[in-house]
């Protein structure tokens, strides 16, 4: 199933096929994504697991790692080199729209730049406020204290609607060049253009999968540009079904790009 510059594969490790397992690593390979993301159904009562990998190199070895431990050798998935050939992965989409056009850069969030150190500290008070693989709620960290180190630029999205395009902004950040007066609107309130409907599959990416997500961003919409950074860390208050977004923006130059 493919996501925009992404495929995701749905797999159970204890009951896929041998042969359905080769045949995903050569779709994979056939369809040479930016990005690979793996879902795995979650126990009773509990939702999918996903992983997200801008190395699809490293998605296919954690593919592998599951099938071998949880069928042994009699499905062990050979290593084969043209699996492999090819498979590099930029973690950069490009899209145009007419005269507007955006460029996305996906990067770890272990290669956070020191210009956006204070997303650092933010992702720092998330990961220790997390009790194993339970995502933090707004309640257990102290989102006012977030917000404090953001300044003003900080977004909190409501996720709770099962359509993206419904999430709705409860704390809108006012410290940015876009325009402002957007708390509690949702995202289909926002101007059309590409920087709504990216937010869209960005928001519902990290909403779906638990996963924060640090990017590079540049926009020119309506012969405005616009440049920042962005993280974006996911909360729930049950644990695992993520209910709110914080979106941490640092509008900033990008020299980044030039180096991709």
Request: hydrophobic share 30%.
């Given at each position: 199933m493919p996501i925009r510059d992404a495929l995701l594969i749905r797999?159970?490790?204890?009951?896929?096929d041998h042969v359905a397992a080769i045949a995903a690593f050569y779709e994979v390979a056939g369809r040479v994504p930016?990005?690979?993301i793996l879902a795995t159904p979650g126990k009773a009562r509990s939702p999918d697991r996903y992983e997200i990998f801008n190395n699809v190199i490293e998605g296919l070895r954690r593919l592998e790692t599951a099938l071998q431990r949880d069928h042994g050798d009699r499905a062990r998935i050979p290593k084969s080199k043209p699996i492999a050939a090819g498979l590099v992965a930029s973690g950069l989409a490009v899209r145009a729209d007419g005269s507007d056009h955006s460029k996305r850069l996906w990067r770890t969030l272990d290669s956070i730049s020191s210009r956006d150190r204070?997303?650092?500290?933010?992702?720092?008070?998330w990961r220790k406020a997390r009790s194993g693989w339970r995502l933090p709620s707004t309640q257990s960290l102290n989102t006012l204290e977030l917000l404090n180190i953001?300044?003003?630029?900080?977004h909190i999205v409501d996720t709770h609607d099962p359509d993206p395009e419904r999430y709705?902004?409860?704390v809108w950040g006012t410290v940015n060049s876009y325009r402002g007066g957007n708390t509690n609107k949702c995202l289909c309130e926002m101007p059309p253009g590409l920087m709504r409907d990216e937010a869209i599959e960005d928001y519902w990416e990290v909403?779906?999968?638990?996963v924060p997500t640090y990017q590079l961003i540049t926009y020119i919409e309506k012969k405005t540009?616009?440049?920042y950074a962005r993280l974006l860390l996911p909360f729930a208050a049950d644990g695992p079904r993520v209910d709110h977004l914080m979106v941490l923006i640092n509008e900033r130059p990008l020299p980044e790009f030039k180096e991709t």
């Open positions: 797999f159970d490790p204890s009951t896929v930016k990005r690979l204070w997303f650092s500290r933010s992702l720092k008070g953001a300044r003003g630029r900080a709705r902004f409860r909403a779906t999968t638990g540009p616009y440049s």
